[in-house]
């Protein structure tokens, strides 16, 4: 026996080996903090020069746990590439979404007088050209999450990574969407109402540099430790919002003057999403509240989409903008941005139900339900 074994056995008499919990330690901190190559030197720092059988057993087992360990966390042997959202629309203009065709409603129906007073006083149509591009929007709604479509799961673990900071991929059920704010362990059960353009709004969010700060700014917010809310369900909620007030052609306008639509969509979710943030951060809501909050949000995204917008664009160029009496106030002429609001609480408060199925609106009314 040579002194390296001599002293590995001492090693074992001390109880220097590591204890069973520090074994559930991942293998790549293992290595990282030198305790593999303390266990394979030895305590003076010396190995052997020639292996013996059960070092060479020893190394083996280590790797096998190193290989099942990739395939549960997803290191970068099978971890899946991150995927942009011109990437993923891409997949969605090219799959085939006949089924979910016929399931859409590109607006809302309306009867009697309502259909006399928006023909006549409503907002403008939606140009021929562009109802293509609402269309597939709304198949998109009608999309529900699926295992089998690899950018079904590279926008999921997508969405994970940018707001945790993991390197990693996730499994796919597990209590760590819940920490995102879905409502249980399988996110596919909470897109009922927006289908994967739920999800795509939220990849949109954390994937665009500029948007991606006030993303997590968000989801920080949602952790607070009295006014948390579940993030992913009320960002669900907020595309809700955008599609409905899409089919009700209160977009139409600027969807018209800007030729696009999924770009008027997005801006106008972002910029609902600091609406969001700005109320339940300066009025220190708690999820009580979120049944009226996303009511306020609805009436405001439909009766002033324009002014959002606006208020979007000067919060992105980093100008000052302070929310007062329920809207926007002109920005402020001090650096940075100022966050504050007097926004009245004297509204009859409804209480949180999470997401719902969108549903047929008559005579140009949306119910939050």
Not at 212 to 231: C, G, I, T, W, Y
Request: hydrophobic share 40%; proline share 4%.
């Amino acid at each position: 026996m040579n002194r390296c074994t001599a002293d590995t056995n001492q090693s074992e008499e001390q109880g220097i080996f590591l204890p069973p919990a520090v074994k559930s330690v991942p293998i790549s901190v293992l290595k990282q903090s030198g305790l593999l190559q303390a266990l394979a030197e030895g305590p003076n720092g010396c190995t052997e020069a020639d292996p013996s059988a059960e070092v060479l057993q020893a190394q083996e087992e280590w790797e096998a746990v190193e290989s099942l360990q990739s395939g549960l966390v997803g290191t970068s042997a099978g971890q899946v590439p991150l995927i942009a959202f011109n990437e993923a629309l891409q997949y969605f203009q090219t799959a085939d979404l006949s089924e979910c065709r016929k399931k859409i409603q590109p607006t809302v129906q309306r009867r009697g007088l309502s259909a006399v007073a928006h023909f006549f006083f409503g907002p403008p149509q939606l140009h021929q050209q562009l109802q293509g591009e609402r269309d597939l929007v709304l198949a998109i709604a009608q999309c529900g999450l699926d295992n089998n479509e690899k950018v079904h799961m590279r926008i999921l673990q997508t969405i994970y990574r940018k707001l945790t900071g993991s390197r990693f991929d996730c499994p796919r059920y597990g209590a760590h969407w819940e920490e995102l704010g879905f409502q249980g362990m399988d996110p596919g059960t909470d897109l009922r109402g927006t289908g994967l353009f739920g999800l795509m709004q939220i990849l949109y969010f954390v994937m665009d540099s500029r948007t991606l700060p006030l993303a997590r700014d968000v989801f920080k917010l949602s952790h607070h430790e009295s006014q948390n809310f579940p993030f992913c369900v009320m960002s669900i909620n907020i595309t809700r919002i955008v599609i409905q007030a899409l089919r009700e052609e209160h977009l139409s306008r600027e969807c018209n003057r800007r030729q696009q639509v999924i770009a008027v969509l997005n801006d106008l979710y972002v910029a609902t999403s600091l609406r969001l943030y700005v109320i339940w951060k300066t009025q220190q809501k708690t999820i009580s509240d979120s049944g009226f909050v996303l009511k306020e949000l609805e009436a405001f995204a439909k009766k002033k989409p324009k002014q959002l917008l606006r208020y979007l664009e000067i919060y992105m160029s980093g100008r000052a903008v302070s929310v007062i009496d329920g809207g926007f106030q002109h920005p402020s002429s001090s650096s940075g941005v100022y966050l504050s609001s007097a926004v009245s609480n004297s509204s009859k408060e409804i209480n949180f139900t999470g997401v719902c199925d969108p549903q047929v609106e008559m005579e140009g009314e949306a119910r939050l339900i």
